[in-house]
């Protein structure tokens, strides 16, 4: 059993899957810097100097050590960027991949 565990390790699929989660984390940390320091201030000068992050309903006051009830909207509306900018670039390196497979398979043929 060891043996075969080794050699579905060992196989180039996961292998790949193991190397794309790797940089999709690092990816993400990137677009949330991108999202949370260049975007959203930018948004907030626009619209009158605004943080996002900080954009919030508060349903309940904090009363003594017990913290605030709050919808975070704010929060929300970064992630929601977030998703978008990843979305987007998957998006243009799926089309990319498919242009540069429709290349290659038209120049290969006679």
């Not at 930018?42 to 904090?62: P, R």
């Amino acid at each position: 059993m060891l043996s075969e565990f080794r050699a579905f390790i060992a196989q180039g699929n996961v292998l790949d899957l193991a190397v794309g989660i790797i940089i999709g984390a690092a990816f993400g940390k990137i677009t949330t810097s991108l999202v949370e320091d260049i975007i959203n201030p930018i948004l907030g000068l626009v619209i009158g100097g605004i943080d996002f992050s900080q954009m919030k309903i508060v349903l309940k006051e904090a009363v003594g050590t017990t913290p605030e009830v709050a919808i975070r909207y704010g929060n929300f509306l970064n992630v929601a960027i977030q998703f978008l900018i990843i979305a987007w670039v998957v998006f243009l390196i799926v089309k990319l991949a498919n242009r540069a497979r429709l290349s290659s398979s038209l120049g290969s043929k006679p």
